[in-house]
């Protein structure tokens, strides 16, 4: 540091491990854990698709609404009552329709994938984010 007059000017000189600051800062980076595994189930508003480990899934009108749903909101407990009033308002079915297509999505997500859509006994489903793999 050099002090002119009522001034102060700092010089930066390069320290000798200065150079490698890049190296450890990619080290780091690469032994640091990964986040966690992104979701396999995926579901595209806009095109109204839904892909499940790679796999584009074809649903109908009201599975692919319902699975939105759920992913919408995961670990979130939704009542058959709340279910019925938010996708197919105005219906006279029983609550028993969503269990049926809970069902039916249940199958065509797979064996591997099912549970991601949990019952949560005297109330109603939740999603429940799978893990890749």
């Known amino acids: 540091m050099r002090q002119t007059s009522s001034e102060v000017h700092l010089v930066f000189a390069p320290s000798p491990e200065q150079g490698a600051i890049p190296e450890r800062a990619a080290a780091m980076a690469a032994a640091a854990p990964p986040g966690p595994p992104a979701d396999p189930v995926r579901v595209d508003l806009d095109a109204r698709t839904v892909h499940v480990a790679g796999r584009q899934l074809e649903l109908p009108k ?72």
């Open 62 to 133: 009201l599975e692919f609404d319902l699975l939105a749903y759920f992913i919408s909101r995961p670990l979130h407990v939704h009542a058959r009552p709340q279910l019925i009033a938010a996708l197919w308002p105005g219906s006279t079915g029983s609550e028993r329709t969503v269990d049926v297509h809970v069902a039916r999505l249940r199958r065509r997500l797979g064996p591997q994938y099912r549970k991601v859509i949990a019952t949560v006994v005297g109330v109603g489903y939740k999603y429940v984010p799978a893990l890749a793999g």
